[in-house]
């Protein structure tokens, strides 16, 4: 039973890992490419959720969901892009926290006023609302496994993108010496609304695929967007292989921790003591493994030096 | 290799000495296997072509740059293990090539900041530093010598180009170090503000043991009392400014090309 | 100079302006027998001791904490916790949370402080939002909804009492005066004149024989002990004590006050905590959701006044700023 449990979390972990990365590859191109803290990414994330949920309740098409959603919300994302952040990207690290931040502000009060319900809950859609059999006689969500077929989709993209093409080229110029960009590239400003928007339609589409699994809140955006910051610390900003390697350990780290650390935890000390401290530690665990990482290595796994 | 450096030396005499100095940045060579000695009282001035690793060499001797391999010895102690406030603390005060000083703050503030981290320490969290009579004597003093005592309450910021190399070097100076190294001090500098600064540093001579960076030939050739040459990471020559004048290598490899 | 001192001379009007605010607001509440006022006030200048306290690391460091309100939290949550335990001796309570900050913001800025620009925000967020989620995983402590304080912290004499109100008011603002005092010292100190010149050129300090990172770690724990100070505040006035209080939005909070009132001025924190307040009541009268209005109006204070209300009272002074 416990094996069956082991390989179910696991996979939990690494769908967890996948939801991650999908937000952490955003958030780090922003980064690395126009030198921008995006703290309000985690905004498109909840708007994906509620864009991505309403048509989907209204239609009953998930897939017509996804393939409205994203662009509405990537939309939205470059309208940001063009009446705030632009003007920001020349700016200090603090205006660009404070000007997010007062982004997430207007955008959970938004969501409230056009949701006024607390928050939506969402049904999976039928054909993916099954389980199919696994080894050791494991059932595993259908739905669950789409999500990490949908991180390795974007995974191989983003390294053709990455690898391959001008963008690519632009994006890991910038990574290794930013002022490189403005020295390589024809139309910045073109090109910056481009990344932006691709980074936001990724954290759009993981807002829709996390809905049916935890409802559209106002909100939602800042918590895991929070453990996103801490996958791209430790995969090194601007790097999107560090991000999915960050992102994979961490969703690991994570919901492995919180299903196992008492049991772990009762061979060292008495059992009621080990049930009581491994929710506290369990929430700690991907903050601790953050601080011995960059205890090593300031830049993270694979950041470029020279930051 | 042209080896130049006179041997009648003796050895006490010298205050920095490096040994197979090694940086690389991504494969390529900025400082490669680099000797150099300097004696005490002299200005050593380091001249050859941009991007022949001269500043790369003297960050590594100020310790802004750690060495991939190689020693520095200061005084005739080793000091590569040792980090850049450290190093200052010992005696190595340096100037940058690119104006670095303390923008928001005033002259004498930006010379009085020099001199206090060679003054006890700076935990102190309730006196006033104006109110240190010590320091700001000494601050105003390092300034008049400079003939910028009159700017001393101008925030450095305001300043003109040519005021501000001045007071990076009194920055320099401020601390009273046992070596000054100054990276290319009349870069960007009009012609009466460079005989200026080039009579100041010719009466800091014997005071003070210079190692300079400078393009200005002229400035060189009047200062040093020797000279090493710089291509390609490599240290090509060194020697007096006679000799260097003389060497066929120098002369077909930096000079000649000016 | 007839310029500059016109800025000196907005800058003392607008000092006795805000000082004398928070001196009189118990005797206005009194007159106007609102004494609800009090409460109100108490929490505000409990604000501007955590935005005074950040002040020294973001305005005058240039380090960019997103995690401050962590240091309230410790604050407020060790009173809170001593009081579970039916101990309520203030300096008891002085003391350990004092040390406890101290601690945690030597072990917290000794991580985060290894590094620099957005990896420090982040890691700062991250350090706090660990303590949050800590915090709400303990049921002990009440977990997320908190733990009620039921009696408050006790002096041990019968001169002065924290059930007061006025008492309890004007031990707060003597506080917040000796915070802005000591603030004042400070920047003018040998200290602050490192800590300011490491802002400037972090690399020319070295290069001037000072040990950067010692320096601002000393600045980081100073700013986490000061900020608790106004957590142990905070646990009197509202006998309650929740995760709340650590959230990151109030870390967020604090920056603004910061820089609304304008980064690296002595008195800006104060400002900036005032005029935060007024803003929100002024935009919560419009409407109940007016955070639609404060999110555009942050951004424009960004775009267009990067120097906050300090900013504001030299525009008119003429020639590079």
Not at chain 1, 246 to 263: E, K, Y
Not at chain 2, 124 to 134: C, L
Not at chain 3, 289 to 315: E, K, N, Q
């Amino acid at each position: 039973m416990e094996w069956a449990l082991l390989i179910e979390q696991t996979l939990n972990g690494i769908q967890f890992g996948m939801l991650l990365f999908l937000l952490a590859a955003g958030l780090t191109l922003t980064f690395g490419i126009m030198d921008l803290v995006n703290l309000a990414h985690g905004s498109m994330y909840m708007l994906g959720a509620f864009v991505g949920a309403t048509i989907f309740l209204w239609s009953g098409s998930f897939i017509l969901a996804i393939l409205l959603a994203v662009p509405l919300v990537a939309g939205i994302g470059i309208l940001v892009e063009i009446s705030t952040l632009r003007t920001l990207y020349q700016r200090h690290h603090l205006d660009q926290v404070l000007a997010t931040f007062g982004l997430i502000l207007f955008f959970n009060e938004l969501v409230q006023v056009v949701w006024p319900l607390d928050g939506l809950s969402v049904p999976f859609p039928d054909y993916l609302n099954f389980t199919v059999p696994l080894l050791l006689g494991i059932e595993y969500s259908v739905y669950r496994l789409m999500i990490i077929g949908a991180g390795i989709v974007v995974a191989i993209g983003m390294y053709i993108l990455v690898a391959k093409t001008r963008l690519g080229m632009l994006i890991r110029a910038g990574a290794a010496d930013r002022t490189m960009i403005y020295a390589l590239g024809t139309n910045i400003r073109l090109l910056f609304t481009l990344v932006f928007g691709l980074g936001t339609a990724l954290g759009a589409l993981a807002g829709i695929l996390m809905a049916p699994i935890l409802g559209a809140n106002s909100g939602m955006g800042e918590q895991i967007i929070i453990i996103a910051f801490v996958v791209i610390v430790i995969g090194g900003i601007g790097s999107v292989r560090g991000s999915l390697i960050a992102a994979l350990i961490t969703g690991l780290i994570d919901t492995l921790g919180r299903s196992f650390l008492d049991v772990l935890l009762a061979f060292f000390i008495p059992v009621n003591a080990a049930e009581a401290a491994a929710p506290a530690i369990s929430s700690m665990l991907i903050y601790i493994f953050m601080t011995c990482v960059l205890f090593f290595k300031p830049q993270g796994l694979f950041g470029s030096q020279t930051r | 290799m042209g080896c130049l450096v006179s041997r009648d030396l003796v050895m006490n005499n010298t205050l920095l000495k490096i040994t197979d100095l090694n940086k690389s940045f991504g494969g390529v060579c900025a400082t490669d296997n680099v000797n150099v000695e300097v004696e005490r009282g002299e200005i050593h001035a380091l001249i050859g072509p941009n991007g022949a690793g001269k500043t790369t060499l003297i960050s590594q001797i100020s310790g802004i740059l750690q060495s991939d391999s190689g020693e520095i010895q200061f005084d005739g102690i080793p000091i590569s293990h040792m980090k850049a406030p450290a190093r200052s603390l010992m005696g190595i005060a340096r100037s940058f090539q690119i104006t670095s000083i303390l923008r928001e703050f005033t002259c004498q503030e930006n010379v009085a900041l020099a001199i206090q981290a060679h003054f006890g320490h700076s935990y102190n969290m309730w006196k006033p530093v104006s109110s240190e009579d010590k320091i700001q004597n000494r601050a105003v003093e390092v300034l008049e010598s400079i003939g910028m005592g009159e700017l001393r309450d101008t925030t450095s910021g305001d300043l003109a180009h040519g005021e501000q190399r001045q007071l990076e070097l009194a920055i320099a100076l401020a601390m009273d170090p046992k070596l000054l190294i100054l990276d290319e001090p009349l870069a960007g500098m009009g012609r009466i503000d460079s005989v200026k600064i080039v009579n100041f540093l010719n009466g800091l001579k014997r005071k003070f043991t210079i190692l300079v960076i400078e393009h200005d030939m002229d400035a060189v050739f009047t200062l040093a009392d020797r000279i090493s040459v710089m291509v390609y990471g490599r240290l090509i020559a060194s020697g007096t400014p006679d000799e260097i004048r003389a060497d066929a290598m120098v002369r077909s490899a930096y000079l000649g090309v000016d | 100079m007839r310029v500059l001192n016109s800025l000196q001379n907005r800058r003392t009007i607008l000092a006795i302006l805000v000082i004398g605010t928070c001196a009189l607001a118990p005797i206005a509440a009194g007159i106007l027998d609102q004494p609800y006022y009090i409460n109100l006030f108490s929490r505000l200048m409990i604000w501007a001791i955590a935005a005074i306290s950040l002040n020294l690391i973001l305005g005058y460091g240039g380090m960019i904490s997103f995690g401050h309100s962590l240091y309230l939290g410790i604050g407020a949550y060790t009173v809170g916790i001593f009081a579970y335990y039916d101990i309520y001796n203030f300096y008891l309570q002085l003391v350990t949370a004092v040390a406890v900050a101290a601690f945690i913001a030597l072990i917290f800025g000794g991580i985060s402080l290894r590094t620099r620009g957005v990896y420090f925000i982040m890691i700062t967020m991250a350090l706090t939002q660990m303590v949050y989620f800590l915090s709400i995983s303990i049921e002990e402590y009440g977990s997320d909804d908190g733990l009620i304080i039921y009696d408050r912290s006790d002096f041990g004499t019968d001169l002065i009492s924290m059930d007061n109100p006025v008492q309890r008011y004007y031990l707060i603002f003597l506080v917040m005066i000796a915070c802005l005092y000591f603030s004042h010292r400070l920047i003018r100190s040998r200290f602050g004149y490192v800590i300011r010149g490491t802002k400037s050129n972090e690399t020319r300090m070295e290069v001037l024989g000072y040990s950067t990172f010692r320096y601002r770690l000393v600045c980081f724990i100073l700013a986490g002990v000061m900020c608790a100070l106004g957590g142990v505040l905070s646990a009197n006035v509202e006998k309650f004590v929740s995760p709340d209080i650590m959230h990151w939005t109030r870390s967020g909070e604090l920056i603004f006050m910061v820089v609304l009132g304008g980064m690296a001025s002595i008195l800006g924190p104060v400002t900036g905590a005032l005029v935060f307040w007024l803003l929100s009541e002024f935009f919560s009268r419009i409407t109940e959701h007016w955070h639609l209005i404060f999110g555009p109006f942050l951004i424009l204070v960004v775009l267009l006044s990067p120097r906050g209300i300090d900013g504001l009272l030299s525009i008119k002074r003429s020639g590079n700023e």
